[in-house]
C-alpha cells in the first residue's frame, strides 16, 4: 500500500463511464485513499476493491442514497469506522459527483420530476458535505468540489432541461456561500461547471444529436471523464490552497464569460 495522508470520498463512483469513477481512480492514481458511494452497496465495494489493488492503496465502497438523509449519515458513519480502525487516513475530500439530468421540456414535466433532480443533484450535495465537513473543519484542512454544469450557466442548451440546470445553478449558489462561510477554517468549497462529456448520462440521445453537440464546441469534441477528474483532483490538491468559491469551466470554449 502506498502512504496516504488522506481519503477522498467520491460519490455516484460505480458507472462505467461515468465521471465519478474515472475522479476515484485518479485521486488513487495520485496517491489517495478512495471512498466509492453509490446506490448500490455490493457494486460499490466491488468498484473500490478494484481501485485499491489497481493503484495500492487504502479502499471502502459502501452504499449511500444522497436524497436520503439517514443513508448518508449510514455511510458517513460506515467511513468513519473504517477511520477509527486505521483502515482508511483521515477524510481530506469530498468529491460530490452524483447526479441526474432531465431532457424533457418545461410544460412536459411534473412536480415529481423537478424534485427528484433538485433532490439527487442539489440536495444530496447539501447532505453530503453537511456529514462529511464537521471532520474537514475539525482537522483544519479539507477540499470540498461540486459537480455543476455548463447548463446552468447558460441555461440549458447542451442535454438537460429546466429542472436539471435550476439543481446545477443552485449548486453554484451553494458552493459561494458554504466557501465564504468556512474560508477561515482550512476548507476549500469549488464547483466544476463541464460541458458535454463522453459519459452515460445522455442516454437516448441520437448519433446525429451527439455529433451536433460536438460541432458547436470551438474545440469540437466533447471532454473525457478523465479531463475533469484531472481538474477536481487539482482542485483537491494542496497547490489548491488559494482557490475558494471559484467556478472552473471544462467546455472546450462553449461557454465563455
Not at 489493488?53 to 458513519?77: I, Q
Amino acid at each position: 500500500m502506498k502512504s496516504t495522508a488522506r481519503t477522498a470520498v467520491v460519490t455516484g463512483a460505480t458507472s462505467e463511464r461515468g465521471i465519478g469513477i474515472a475522479v476515484a481512480e485518479r485521486y488513487a492514481r495520485e496517491g489517495w485513499a478512495v471512498v466509492v458511494l453509490d446506490l448500490d452497496g455490493e457494486k460499490s465495494a466491488k468498484t473500490a476493491a478494484e481501485i485499491g489493488n489497481r493503484y495500492t492503496v487504502p479502499a471502502f465502497g459502501h452504499a449511500v442514497d444522497v436524497t436520503d438523509e439517514e443513508s448518508v449519515h449510514a455511510a458517513r458513519a460506515a467511513v468513519a469506522a473504517e477511520v477509527a480502525s486505521g483502515n482508511l487516513p483521515t477524510v481530506g475530500a469530498l468529491a460530490n459527483i452524483a447526479g441526474i439530468t432531465s431532457p424533457v421540456n418545461f410544460l412536459d414535466t411534473t412536480l415529481e420530476l423537478w424534485n427528484t433532480v433538485m433532490a439527487v443533484n442539489a440536495t444530496g450535495t447539501y447532505l453530503m458535505t453537511k456529514a462529511f465537513l464537521p471532520d474537514m473543519i475539525a482537522a483544519g484542512w479539507g477540499r470540498i468540489v461540486n459537480m455543476s454544469s455548463v447548463s446552468a450557466q447558460r441555461g440549458g442548451g447542451v442535454f438537460g432541461k429546466v429542472p436539471y440546470s435550476s439543481a446545477k445553478a443552485a449548486i453554484l449558489g451553494f458552493t459561494k456561500a458554504l466557501a465564504r462561510e468556512v474560508a477561515d477554517t482550512g476548507v476549500t468549497v469549488n464547483a466544476v461547471t463541464p460541458g458535454a462529456v463522453d459519459t452515460n448520462i445522455r442516454v437516448g440521445s441520437s448519433d446525429e444529436q451527439e455529433a451536433k453537440l460536438a460541432a458547436d464546441i470551438p474545440v469540437g469534441r466533447t471532454a473525457t471523464t478523465e479531463e475533469v477528474a484531472a481538474v477536481i483532483t487539482f482542485l483537491s490538491s494542496e497547490d489548491a490552497s488559494y482557490l475558494t468559491g471559484t467556478t472552473v469551466d471544462i467546455n472546450g470554449g462553449s461557454h465563455m464569460h
